[in-house]
């Protein structure tokens, strides 16, 4: 039997609108959307927010929620 050997997810993008609210779930080694600018609120899957500007949002294999801060 070979050997178990993780996979990491490249990239993930999902874009959901909710009323006049957008927001991402953004995950993986890619950049951002260039439609993310400016100031953003980032969420964890913990629940964890801050606000960042969107050049400071660095993806990882973890999920996070993003959508504009004004």
Do not use: C, H
């Amino acid at each position: 039997m070979g050997k178990l050997v993780s996979a990491k997810t490249v990239v993930g993008q999902y874009k959901f609108k909710v009323g006049n609210r957008t927001i991402y779930v953004l995950w993986g080694n890619a950049p951002l959307p260039e439609e993310i600018k400016g100031p953003v609120r980032v969420t964890d899957i913990y629940g964890n927010e801050r606000t960042v500007d969107a050049s400071e949002v660095e993806l990882t294999d973890f999920p996070v929620y993003v959508e504009s801060a004004s």
